[in-house]
Structures are given as structure tokens and as C-alpha cells.
């Protein structure tokens, strides 16, 4: 089995030292990293994900699998670093203000890691301002928001609310979930995009930045 297929089929059954060892074989053999990157860590993570939304697998296979990817990453980022590799877009990520809930939210993380976004994850309680200067700080191309909260939900429009008083709004593509979060909320708050589980939010983050730069 080509070691790059190998890489991918022990990154989803989240066996990090083994990924370890395979992407520092894979290095020392000379197989470039970005083929590494593509086609081994971040192709096994969008296979979980397409489970994972299927329901073929579930929270505790996404997270070791997640685990394993980080680890191979860990690897694999300085030479990564020397050549210069580019993220397909930058992300801030956070659960709104004065909610705690953050499953659905590292998983969320994970998944835009695994299709390529260099991702700041800004944690749980996060204010508007917190959202916007972060945004700003790291040039993200995506605002991403989670609540699991009806009370919480009403804080996602806090932060768009706040974009448009800075004029920053078309700057930024916004993005909710959550729980108690659908379309037509979505809609309603002036959000970019409603997704319903983290594997679509990858997904659909991939063609927005790709639609926005064209
Ligand atoms: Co809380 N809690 N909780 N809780 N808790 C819920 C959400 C609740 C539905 C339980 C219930 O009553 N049946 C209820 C909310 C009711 C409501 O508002 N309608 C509730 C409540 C009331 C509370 C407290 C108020 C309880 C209390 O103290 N009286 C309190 C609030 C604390 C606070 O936040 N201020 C509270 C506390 C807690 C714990 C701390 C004990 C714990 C959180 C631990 C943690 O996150 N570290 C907890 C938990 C675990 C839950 C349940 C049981 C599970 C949530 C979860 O992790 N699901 C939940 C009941 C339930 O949902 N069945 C419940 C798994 C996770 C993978 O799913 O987060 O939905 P989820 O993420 C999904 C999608 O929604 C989506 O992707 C994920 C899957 O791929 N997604 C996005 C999420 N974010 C996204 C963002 C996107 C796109 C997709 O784009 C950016």
C-alpha cells in the first residue's frame, strides 16, 4: 500500500503514532509535504467527515481522528513553513456570549483544520468584540459562531450587528450553527451561511472563500 494511502486509512481509525511514524517516513523518503498534507492527513479527515455526517461514525471516532491528524500536522508543519504552504482561508471560531457548550464547536474546528483553514479558536463566552478583533487580528476570511442555547442564539446578532456599526460586515463571511440553529434564524440575523453539522460547515466554508475570491 502507497504510504500516503496508508497515512489516510490510520488517520481514520485515529491512530496517531502510527500517522507520526508514516509522516516521518513519508519526509524522510522524500515524498513531498504538500502530497502528504492533501492526500494523506486532510483527504483521511474529509472521509471521516462525509461518515461522520452519514452517521457511520460519531463524536468519539471524529475526535480521535482529529487527534491523529493534529499529530501528523505537528510533523508536518515546518517543512510546511519552509515551502511556504498557504491556507485555503483563515477562520476565528467561538461559542457566543454566555454559552459554555463546546463539543460541537472543536468539532467544528477540527473539521475546517482538516479541509485546510488555518483556524483561531477563541474558546467559549465569546463577546462581539472579542469575534471582530480577532477577525481583524488574524485576516480570517470566515466569522464562525456556535450556540446551543435558545437564550444564546439572540447573541449571533450581536456580533453582525456590531460588523455593520464598524462597516466591516461584507469583509467577513459569517457563519452559524448550532443545535437550536436553522436557516431561516439564519436569514433572519443577517448570517452568511446556516450549516447543519461540522463536516457541511467545512464544506461549505471551501466553496464560500473559493466564490468570494472569484
Ligand atoms: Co447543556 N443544554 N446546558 N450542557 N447540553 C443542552 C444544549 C440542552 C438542549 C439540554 C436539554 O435541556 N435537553 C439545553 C438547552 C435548551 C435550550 O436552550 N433550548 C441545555 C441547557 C439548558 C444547559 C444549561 C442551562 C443547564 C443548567 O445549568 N441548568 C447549562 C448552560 C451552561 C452555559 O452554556 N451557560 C448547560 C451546561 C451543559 C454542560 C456544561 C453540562 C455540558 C457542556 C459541556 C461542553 O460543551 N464542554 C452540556 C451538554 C453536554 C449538553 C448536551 C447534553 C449535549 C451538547 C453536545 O455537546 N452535543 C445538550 C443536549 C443535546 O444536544 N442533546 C445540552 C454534541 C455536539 C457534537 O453537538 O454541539 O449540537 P452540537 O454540534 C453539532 C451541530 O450543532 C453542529 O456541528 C455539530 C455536529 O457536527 N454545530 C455547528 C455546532 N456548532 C456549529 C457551528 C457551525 C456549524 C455547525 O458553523 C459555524
Known sequence: MAIIQEISE???????????????????????????????????????????????????????AARAMNTGLTVL????????????????????????????????????????FEVCDLGVDVDADTFISKAEETSADLICMSALLTTTMPNMKDVIDELNNRGLRDKYIVMIGGAPINDSFAKQIGADYYTPDAATCAETAKKAVMEKAS
Open 77 to 116: 508543519e515546518p517543512k510546511l513553513a519552509e515551502i511556504g504552504n498557504e491556507p485555503v482561508g483563515r477562520a476565528v471560531i467561538g461559542t457566543v456570549k454566555g454559552d459554555l457548550h463546546d463539543i460541537g464547536k472543536n468539532l467544528v474546528a477540527m473539521m475546517l483544520k482538516g479541509a485546510g
Open 10 to 64: 490510520y488517520l481514520q481509525k485515529g491512530r496517531a503514532k502510527n500517522v507520526k511514524a508514516l509522516v516521518e517516513q513519508a519526509l524522510s523518503e522524500g515524498v513531498d509535504a504538500k502530497e502528504i498534507l492533501n492526500d494523506g492527513l486532510l483527504s483521511g479527515m474529509m472521509i471521516i467527515g462525509e461518515k461522520f455526517k452519514n452517521n457511520e461514525v460519531f463524536v468519539p471516532e471524529v475526535l480521535v
